[in-house]
Every structure is written in structure tokens, then in C-alpha cells.
């Protein structure tokens, strides 16, 4: 038997990334392949969903089949898991890749765009020591010309690492890995520094410990992402090129009582040693399991959905934001891809004024031959009535957005969801059920490109 490609992810799989994570196994591998007009389409059994996406447009000798299925992580998980056997994964096979996927450049986030994901290659090396970790750019706005400081310390890091960078073009002349400890102290100090009542992140060696300044509270706890990963990573380094001594973080911000032991940063702590000034790191054990099948998440429903429309209709997606996983762009009818504004008012909204916050969908489907938007919440079945209730609240972004870019399009709102053993549904602002079994159940005023793609899925396994 030929072996299977296995991607397990907490994401909408999308067709471009794939696509290089096969050009990326062929070069690995010295394989040949061809890649043609992808295709995710779900496996159905007796007109059930198998919960397993089949990847179709992908030809090599050397594999059989590639399949997509969803996971959660049990903590910090990297977006793709990639294995590559005969046989479903299971907890104790060794995956080929962990792959982080971001659209984000620095020309639009610094910290987002590198460091946020930082924390997630050291957090990884607890359960798989010697994979290969790819971050992977899939960029739908332009390349920032010139890199920013932080992008390159942070890229440099990620080098040090054992991080292969993918879809971006780097200057090898200037992103290359840090070899000794005294180089990242140096290129971290000649950094701009950070803007007054704010806290940068310095390091200051000292003979028996290397003293690093970062702010970690934000919201009433240990939930700083950036510094997170930043953190995480130069600690990391720190350890790779042989620091033994002590790190201490500074400036820190906590209090005792935000010290919990489920916090990714408190469980990379304990791995590499770090400690909190005038803090006690409590020490934990990491759960057994990385990963596991995901049978729970909301976003079973909405990305079912949204594969089985872009895949068997000519409907397709000008929004995601499936629960947990990374926000897209907004797409204009010019093909255009632009951020969506989180508050209506941001002064306003840091005076206290939670109205500010602009409530989006979770997926925006749009059908083209009928001129139809729709405007889609993703829920639990038992938390369908909160998910109703959340329809009533599209309104800034049906006028600022959608009506703006898409002016003559009909604007439906509708609740899709997963879970249960119902197999009918009465309330009519529901549009779709996937329920526990697979089972693929329609509104009773489920959107045209709803019925449409149930029909054209369930006519293709015949």
C-alpha cells in the first residue's frame, strides 16, 4: 500500500496553502508531482458525513490519497499537522511538518505578523523535539518593501529555531540565524526603542542570569499574545545557543494571583526554566495529547458549509472567521482584501463604550447567481437560540461593508450548526444542521445556495 497525506488542522483548509505544503513535501521528498485544480470535498457515507475531507488535483506515485480532517489543540497547536502513513493518525505517530499559517504581514501588524505565532514552534517541541516547522505566509496583501526591526529580530529568531519560512521573500543577507548569545543581546538593544509608559523588551546579561523586560498582563491577566511569543522564543534561543544560568522575566506586570497552570506561557516556563521576577511558577504537567479529533466545535457546521459551497457550487466565500480560527479579510467585488474595523468608535470604545464593538459573521457566503449575500452565525445546537439572537446585531456591518462594496445583492442572515441527534429543524432563521452523526440536515427556509450545494454533494457520491 502507498501512504496517505494526512493534514489534521483547526482550520478552514484553503486550497493555495495546500498547494504549497505539497510543493514543499515533493522538494523534501524528491518526489514528482502534479498539482492541478484542487478540490476539498467531504466523504460521505450512506449520505453521511465521514468527517474527513478528500483532497482531490494532487498526483504523485509516491501517495495514494490525501485526506483533511479537524483537531483541537489541547493547548498552544500549530495550524497543519502533517503526517504522512498509510493509516489514520493516531496520538503516538510522528507527524512529517507543523506548519503555522498566517496572512499577516508586518506591513500591517509587526508583533502579529512574527511574534504572536512565535510561542506555538516552542511550545510544539515538548511533544515533537526534531520536527520540521515551516511558518507559512499566505499573503493576500503586498509584501512590505522593507522589513521592520521587529520582523527581522523576530524572523532571525524563528531561523534559530529550526524554522523553514515559506511565501515570503527574504533578503539571505539579512535574515540569517543568530550564533551566539552576546548577537541577540546586541541587535535587540539597537532596536527603537519602545514609546514612553510602554515596556520594551531589553535583555541585560548579568553573570549568573540574563535579566528580559516584557509586559505580560493585559485584560485582568497572563494574556499579552505578542509578548507571549516573543518571550517564548528568545528564551528558547537563548537555551539552543547554550544559556545554562538563569532567565528571569522583568517587568512583567503580574500579580501571584494571575499565575494559573493552564496558561501556555506558565507550561513553556516550566520546559525552559523561565522565571517571574518576585512571582512563584507553579509547576505543571503538560497534557499528555497535543492534539485530538475535534467532535465539539461550533466550526464543524461553518466549514462543512463553506467547503461544500466553494466545491460544488459557484458560490463562494468573501468572509471567515470560523470559531478559533485566524480572521480573514473582507473580499470587495474587485477582488480587493481588506481588514475589517473591530469598533465603530475605538476612542469610544476604550471610554468604556462596549457598543462599539462591531459584531461580525462567522462566514459570509456570496451567491452570485442570485444575487444574494448571506450572512451566517456558527453555533453549537444548544446554543442555537444565542445564535439567533446574534443575527439581530449585522446591521454596521450589512451598511459599512457588504452594502457598500456589494450594493444591488440581497442581504440574508442565517444560523448554521453542528452537534446533537436532532434530525429536523423548526426554527426558521436556521439554515443548516450538521448533526453528531452526520447527518446533513436543511432549514425549512434554508438560502437556495444552501439546497444547492446539499443537492450537488449528495448527487456526486451518487
Known amino acids: 500500500m502507498k501512504n496517505n497525506i494526512w493534514l489534521l488542522t483547526e482550520e478552514r483548509p484553503k486550497k493555495e496553502v495546500l498547494a504549497t505544503i505539497f510543493q514543499k513535501f515533493a522538494k523534501d521528498y524528491g518526489f514528482a508531482v502534479f498539482i492541478d485544480s484542487l478540490r476539498i470535498f467531504p466523504i460521505l457515507d450512506k449520505e453521511k458525513f465521514t468527517f474527513t475531507y478528500e483532497v482531490t488535483g494532487f498526483r504523485c506515485n509516491k501517495v495514494d490519497k490525501v485526506f483533511v480532517k479537524t483537531v ?61 516547522k515551516i511558518m507559512l505566509y499566505n499573503l493576500q496583501v503586498e509584501q512590505k518593501a522593507k522589513p521592520t526591526e521587529t520582523y527581522i529580530f523576530g524572523t532571525r529568531l524563528l531561523l534559530t529555531l529550526g524554522v523553514e519560512i515559506l511565501g515570503k521573500k527574504l533578503d539571505d543577507t539579512i535574515f540569517i540565524p543568530f550564533t551566539t548569545i552576546d548577537e541577540i543581546i546586541e541587535c535587540k538593544a539597537k532596536m527603537r526603542k519602545a514609546p514612553k509608559g510602554n515596556v520594551g523588551i531589553l535583555l541585560t546579561k548579568f553573570a549568573d542570569k540574563i535579566e528580559i523586560s516584557g509586559r505580560l498582563f493585559k485584560s485582568g491577566g497572563l494574556s499579552h499574545d505578542p509578548n507571549i511569543g516573543a518571550l517564548s522564543i528568545i528564551c ?38 523561565i522565571s517571574l521576577q518576585n512571582l512563584e511558577i507553579p509547576k505543571v504537567e503538560l497534557n499528555i495529547n497535543y492534539w485530538k479529533y475535534d467532535t465539539e466545535g461550533e466550526k464543524l457546521g461553518t466549514i462543512f458549509v463553506h467547503l461544500v459551497v466553494e466545491n460544488f457550487t459557484a458560490g463562494y466565500s468573501i468572509f471567515e472567521n470560523h470559531a478559533g480560527s485566524e480572521k480573514g479579510y473582507f473580499i470587495t467585488k474587485a477582488g480587493e482584501a481588506i481588514p475589517l474595523a473591530k ?47 446574534e443575527l439581530a446585531n449585522y446591521d454596521f456591518i450589512e451598511q459599512n461593508y457588504i452594502l457598500k462594496y456589494y450594493p444591488d445583492f440581497q442581504l440574508l442572515r442565517t444560523v448554521v450548526l453542528y452537534g446533537s441527534q436532532e434530525k429536523e429543524l423548526i426554527e426558521i432563521e436556521i439554515g443548516f444542521l450538521l448533526n453528531g452523526n452526520g447527518e446533513l440536515i436543511l432549514g425549512i427556509k434554508a438560502p437556495k445556495l444552501f439546497q444547492e450545494a446539499m443537492k450537488n454533494l449528495l448527487d456526486f457520491w451518487g
Open 343 to 389: 469598533y465603530k468608535d475605538k476612542a469610544k470604545y476604550k471610554s468604556g463604550d462596549k457598543d462599539q464593538i462591531i459584531h461580525i459573521p462567522d462566514l459570509i457566503l456570496i451567491d452570485f447567481g442570485r444575487n444574494e449575500v448571506i450572512n451566517i452565525e456558527g453555533k453549537k445546537y444548544k446554543f442555537r437560540k444565542e445564535g439567533i439572537a
Open 236 to 273: 528558547a534561543v537563548l537555551r539552543k545557543l547554550g544559556w545554562a544560568k538563569k532567565l528571569e522575566i522583568t517587568q512583567h506586570g503580574l500579580q501571584q494571583k494571575h499565575i494559573g497552570k493552564t496558561n501556555k506561557f506558565i507550561q513553556i516556563a516550566n520546559k525552559l526554566a
Open 72 to 132: 483541537s489543540g489541547n493547548s498552544s497547536f500549530t495550524d497543519f499537522l502533517v503526517f504522512y502513513q498509510e493509516k489514520e493518525p493516531i496520538q503516538t505517530d510522528t507527524p512529517i511538518y507543523a506548519i503555522e499559517e498566517t496572512k499577516t504581514d508586518d506591513k500591517e501588524s509587526r508583533n502579529t505578523g512574527v511574534y504572536q505565532r512565535c510561542s506555538k514552534f516552542v511550545f510544539i517541541e515538548n511533544y515533537y523535539p526534531n520536527i520540521k
